[in-house]
T-cell receptor, first 112, second 113 residues
Framework: NAGVTQTPKFRVLKTGQSMTLLCAQD?????MYWYRQDPGMGLRLIHY???????AKGEVPDGYNVSRLKKQNFLLGLESAAPSQTSVYFC???????????FGPGTRLTVL | DQQVKQNSPSLSVQEGRISILNCDYT??????FLWYKKYPAEGPTFLISISSIKDKNEDGRFTVFLNKSAKHLSLHIVPSQPGDSAVYFCAAGLSGSARQLTFGSGTQLTVLP
């Protein structure tokens, strides 16, 4: 099992460009999450999904959109990137409830 | 306003000694607490958890203590090993909610050989 994988690992964007981060899990988990990690801030929840076809806003959703068209994939989109979105992005998944969240290795995004 | 705080950004401990990492929270509704460990260039991995009905949970060298009246939890690692060097995040959640976790800012633990 690969667990949770994230594509790409690194990316540099210019202000105003768009991109999509892909998260894939092979554990048949219902719940998936997108977090961002910034220095001194810990991990903050951007959006999450409780099942295929569902999405919900987390703590810091502005500037991001998500889609969960397939159970195993959770996409995070930036329509018009801003320097404030420079961060490390982590995807996670779990069965739901208080089950342990399993994290991917992260995507380091820099917006110039 | 951070609801989960780790006030020590870093901690250095000698190999074989005890490491104590601390975490404070402000939301008294939190009823489930976790610790995650993160190595560089990897995602966080689950370490240990505790529910609010307990005040202690142990797993090998790792013990988490919860003091609900003080809204404080701590992670004890005994004995500390160089491989324990990592960033440790505490997290808190509500068992009846939408499964969102609130994370602290992390503590970098360095275990010196």
């Amino acid at each position: 099992n690969a667990g949770v994988t994230q594509t790409p690992k690194f990316r540099v964007l210019k202000t105003g460009q768009s991109m999509t981060l892909l998260c894939a899990q092979d554990m048949n988990h219902e719940y998936m999450y997108w977090y961002r990690q910034d220095p001194g801030m810990g991990l903050r929840l951007i959006h999450y999904s409780v099942g295929e076809g569902t999405t919900a806003k987390g703590e810091v959703p502005d500037g991001y959109n998500v889609s969960r068209l397939k159970k195993q994939n959770f996409l995070l989109g930036l329509e018009s990137a801003a320097p404030s979105q420079t961060s490390v992005y982590f995807c996670a998944s779990n069965k739901g409830g208080l089950d342990t969240q399993y994290f991917g290795p992260g995507t380091r995004l820099t917006v110039l | 306003d951070q609801q989960v705080k780790q006030n020590s950004p870093s901690l250095s401990v000698q190999e074989g000694r005890i490491s104590i990492l601390n975490c404070d929270y402000t939301n008294s509704m939190f009823d489930y607490f976790l610790w995650y460990k993160k190595y560089p260039a990897e995602g966080p991995t689950f370490l240990i958890s505790i529910s609010s009905i307990k005040d202690k949970n142990e797993d090998g060298r790792f013990t988490v203590f919860l003091n609900k009246s003080a809204k404080h939890l701590s992670l004890h690692i005994v004995p500390s090993q160089p491989g324990d060097s990592a960033v440790y995040f505490c997290a808190a959640g509500l068992s009846g909610s939408a499964r969102q976790l609130t994370f602290g800012s992390g503590t970098q633990l360095t275990v010196l050989p």
